[in-house]
Every structure is written in C-alpha cells, then in structure tokens.
T-cell receptor, first 114, second 114 residues
Framework: EAGVAQSPRYKIIEKRQSVAFWCNPISGHATLYWYQQILGQGPKLLIQFQNNGVVDDSQLPKDRFSAERLKGVDSTLKIQPAKLEDSAVYLC????????????FGPGTRLTVL | AQSVTQLDSHVSVSEGTPVLLRCNYSSSYSPSLFWYVQHPNKGLQLLLKYTSAATLVKGINGFEAEFKKSETSFHLTKPSAHMSDAAEYFCVVSDRDSNYQLIWGAGTKLIIKP
C-alpha cells in the first residue's frame, strides 16, 4: 500500500510570512496526526483528526497555526505568521482505527524560518 | 498518566559489539510499546512494536526488545552493531488512557565506533 505523502519536502521562508503543508494519509486511515519535531527532540503532537473532526488540538498554537481536514482524507497545516522558533520538521502520520495502535509517518516537511 | 524515560541520551558502542538502549515506561492500562528509528535527515521508521502478544518482539535489521511488565521496561537490543545503525532511537508508549496517542521518549543517539 502507498505510504503517507507530504509536500513540500523543504521550505524556506522569512519570519512573518505564511506557509502551508499538505498531507495525504494512507487510504482508509481515519485518524490523522500532525507533529512538530524540533532538532534534537522527539515529535510533539500538534493536532489529531478523526475523519474530518478534531479530536485533540490542545498543543496547537492557535494564534498562528491552523489545520483542516475538510473531506476526511487529506489535510493541510498552516502557519501565519511564522516565527523563527517554528523552524522544525513537520510530520504527518495516519492510523487505521480498527487495527493496532501503529501510526505510519510521512517523510516530513523541513521548515526553515529566517 | 503515561510517560516514557529513555535512560541514556547517548550510547556509544564499537562496531560488532552488542547494543542496549534502555527504556522505562508508565501506563495505567495494557500498553502498546514501539521503538522508532530516525536516521539523519530521514523520516521516522518503525523498528518493532509490542501489542500484548509475545513479550519478546523481533524487529527489522536484527533488533529485538523484551516487554517486562514487572520492571516496566522495554529495552532494545541487537547482538552486533553495524555502522548503519548509527541514528536516533525513540521509545514510545500508547494506551487507552492517552486515547491511543503516542507518548514519546526524549530519544537516544546511538553512535557506532569503527
């Protein structure tokens, strides 16, 4: 089966600009996650979707970050405006609700904010 | 609440010698446990997982881990290290109490000496 797809793979922007990331999960996976991984740290969950509804966005900085999954399939994560500390790898993962707890990760988008 | 402690931030071994990466967890319910590996500038790859079946779990690339409930441990081992094993390793726990979200350890950097 095809894996989790993400684009772009790399993005460089200046602070105060906006940026958007796209994720297409594995077909049939109802649960989708966005993580932020700062260099040298483990991934931090930003938001979890179940189909097109938000399950948990408690760690999403809502003043600048937003995410949507309108049709319950692919998802976008947006940052507006970006700050220097947003430089990180943004990972998307998906999970099959009816199987075990394994999450499948995409390759990530490396964001550099100058 | 769930938590994961990776007891070593860095582990250095010589090529051909055994590898031991230590992980302790806390969980209120029967947990699922995972080890993920992340090579430099690469995505996260699942090494192995425990989901209440056999307590000795075999993964890819010769790695294995043993679930010890009495010790709340899930240490990762490999009999003989290879240069290609140099990477960051993350121990992860997930259970019903976390709504099956992944709780990540801080990571252990494995260094292989020639």
């Amino acid at each position: 089966e095809a894996g989790v797809a993400q684009s772009p793979r790399y993005k460089i922007i200046e602070k105060r600009q906006s940026v958007a990331f796209w994720c297409n999960p594995i077909s049939g996976h109802a649960t989708l996650y966005w993580y932020q991984q700062i260099l040298g740290q483990g991934p931090k969950l930003l938001i979890q979707f179940q189909n097109n509804g938000v399950v948990d966005d408690s760690q999403l900085p809502k003043d600048r970050f937003s995410a949507e999954r309108l049709k319950g399939v692919d998802s976008t994560l947006k940052i507006q405006p970006a700050k220097l500390e947003d430089s990180a790898v943004y990972l998307c993962a998906s999970r099959n609700l009816y199987r075990d707890n394994e999450q499948f990760f995409g390759p990530g988008t490396r964001l550099t904010v100058l | 609440a769930q938590s994961v402690t990776q007891l070593d931030s860095h582990v250095s071994v010589s090529e051909g010698t055994p590898v031991l990466l230590r992980c302790n967890y806390s969980s209120s319910y029967s947990p699922s446990l995972f080890w993920y590996v992340q090579h430099p500038n690469k995505g996260l790859q699942l090494l192995l997982k425990y989901t209440s079946a056999a307590t000795l779990v075999k993964g890819i690339n010769g790695f294995e881990a043993e679930f010890k409930k009495s010790e709340t441990s899930f240490h990762l081992t490999k009999p003989s290290a290879h240069m290609s094993d140099a990477a960051e390793y993350f121990c992860v726990v997930s259970d019903r109490d976390s709504n099956y979200q992944l709780i990540w350890g801080a990571g252990t950097k494995l260094i292989i000496k020639p």
